[in-house]
């Protein structure tokens, strides 16, 4: 049975990030996806113009007519942009039997903040307990723990550990930021880490790679893998995404990773 997923995120015009992101990962790796939109930017491949947040109640309706209607599998959360937001958004889950993928958007590639400084403790004391996964990069781990930012694996595990006994069943910390050839995310769970190493593409188009991550990972246990399996998947399908990031001719910044790499491929 195809999986129903619903992305709650905020909207790219661009196509690179966001909801327009997460519906061509989830639907490249085999789901049917669904939407609710936090909040409208004005951005392209240089960096982010303008934001507008959509009213909490509009999310808190967008998100009770799926409910009221349609099986949901799994969810993926993105943007969420302010405390009002994050509330909603909460409080409209509130009972929904599915995992739940986190992933805490907070800077945008370009260096522009999306999630209001203030609301950082509204995410780590509201929704956080909820995730059953969460997919911080390193500025976005340390910025919800309000320390400096891991350098290396052994400090990875340290901050991932922490933030992982704040609530969320496990933690995916994804590497991306370090030095090196490597981009090595490590799985946090009881069971302690499990490294996910992958050769490192050089390329500047890595566009809405935490996005399509999250929305893959979430596809994949709304499927019914298992957090280990589900996590590979999800990191096998990124890593050849952006490896087929060059193929695509898209704006003059940081361009898309290639959502439907393995399509192209077969047709060709």
């Given amino acids: 049975m195809t999986p129903n997923i619903l992305s709650i995120a905020g909207s790219d015009p661009s196509g690179g990030a966001g909801i327009q992101a997460d519906i061509k990962a989830i639907s490249a790796n085999g789901g049917y996806a669904m939407a609710a939109i936090t909040g409208l930017t004005a951005q392209n491949t240089h960096g982010v113009r303008a934001v507008e947040m959509v009213p909490p109640a509009m999310i808190t309706a967008q998100i009770n007519a799926l409910r009221e209607d349609i099986r949901i599998d799994a969810v993926k959360i993105g943007m969420l942009g302010d405390a009002a937001t994050i509330a909603a958004v909460t409080d409209a889950l509130a009972g929904l039997e599915a995992p739940l993928v986190l992933d805490p958007v907070m800077v945008a590639k370009g260096g522009d903040r999306l999630l209001a400084q203030d609301a950082v403790t509204a995410l780590r004391d509201r929704l956080l307990p909820l ?22 694996l052994p400090a990875m595990r340290i901050q991932g ?16 930021h370090l030095k090196g050839d490597a981009a090595t995310d490590l799985l946090i769970t009881a069971n302690g880490p499990v490294e996910l190493p992958a050769t490192r593409t050089a390329t ?3 566009h809405g790679t935490g996005c399509t991550l999250s929305s893959a990972l979430a596809t994949h246990l709304g499927a019914g893998y298992s957090l280990a399996q589900a996590t590979r998947r999800a990191k096998a399908y990124i ?3 952006i490896a087929a990031a060059d193929r695509l001719d898209v704006g003059h910044g940081h361009g898309p990773v290639h959502h439907f790499h393995a399509i192209e491929r077969t047709s060709a």
């Fill in 161 to 176: 550990e922490r933030l992982r006994s704040l609530g969320s069943a496990s933690v995916l910390m994804k590497g991306g």
């Fill in 204 to 206: 500047t188009n890595t």
């Fill in 131 to 152: 995730a059953t996964v969460l997919t911080p990069n390193l500025p976005e781990a340390a910025d919800l723990l309000g320390t400096a930012e891991a350098t290396n």
């Fill in 239 to 241: 890593t050849a995404a």
